[in-house]
């Protein structure tokens, strides 16, 4: 690990005004949770176009709920050294709040508390017939398998139509919009950020890819922490290696 490119980070995050983190499936790596898009990830395996959109939901919920299924372990995934240390940050006033790609729940286990989780989360469900939305415990506890049409939960407040009830994972699929409450928190999020930590990330999947462009419009530096770069990011500053050593020696860093 470099220790002077780690002290230079300190320094730089110690400055800025509003300091920002970006993070992708390469800070949940270390937890577990195979990158998607990498030799062992789920899209090795399937196809996205044929799992991975609203359209192929709806016409075989089944189908695609044998792809979900294997999300199921990432409820079983524990927080990792860097993502304490990331909340540790946001606690102290160094780094304002996250936005992240992934959907695991992570960073709200380890503590952060500032979160815009762009693509969703597999934590939560919503009815597609009547919109009543439920915690992974309770669907954990009906009969049914979650992506089969079944009668009307308990809890829904309203007739389904039609009249059955297909629980979705609130997480964005390929043809879907990123919900317009992620984007306007992340708009508010990045406004006036004079630096980014762009950790565990490609930055090839937009609308969240921008974000570190914008941050440099406005004057902003970019931090890169990864343990491969990415491609075209052209960082101000690169800390090549794992999240879980590279967060916790610069939290030690900025909060000695």
Request: net charge neutral; glycine share 10%.
């Amino acid at each position: 690990m470099n220790t002077q490119a780690i002290d230079l980070a300190a320094q730089w995050i110690k400055s800025a005004g509003k300091a920002i983190a970006l993070t992708g499936a390469g800070v949940s790596t270390e937890s577990g949770i195979p990158d998607f898009r990498g030799a062992s990830g789920l899209w090795s395996r399937y196809s996205p176009a044929e799992y991975a959109t609203l359209g192929a939901f709806l016409r075989n919920p089944g189908k695609v709920w044998n792809m979900l299924a294997e999300l199921e372990s990432l409820l079983d995934a524990q927080p990792n050294p860097g993502h304490h240390a990331l909340a540790r940050l946001e606690h102290a006033g160094s780094v304002v709040g996250i936005v992240t790609q992934n959907i695991d729940g992570l960073h709200q286990a380890a503590g952060s508390r500032k979160v815009v989780e762009f693509h969703g989360s597999n934590r939560t469900f919503t009815c597609l017939g009547c919109g009543a939305r439920f915690e992974r415990d309770a669907v954990r506890a009906m009969d049914k398998l979650p992506g089969t049409r079944m009668p009307r939960p308990t809890g829904c407040e309203r007739p389904a139509r039609p009249p059955s009830c297909i629980l979705k994972p609130d997480v964005v699929f390929f043809d879907e919009m990123i919900p317009q409450q992620a984007v306007a928190a992340s708009d508010r999020l990045v406004a006036g950020a004079d630096l980014i930590l762009v950790i565990g990330t490609s930055c090839e999947v937009y609308p969240a890819a921008a974000i570190p462009a914008q941050v440099r419009r406005q004057g902003g530096k970019v931090i890169e922490i990864n343990l491969v770069p990415a491609d075209g990011l052209h960082p101000d500053l690169l800390l090549q290696g794992k999240f879980g050593e590279v967060l916790p020696a610069l939290a030690s860093r900025l909060l000695a």
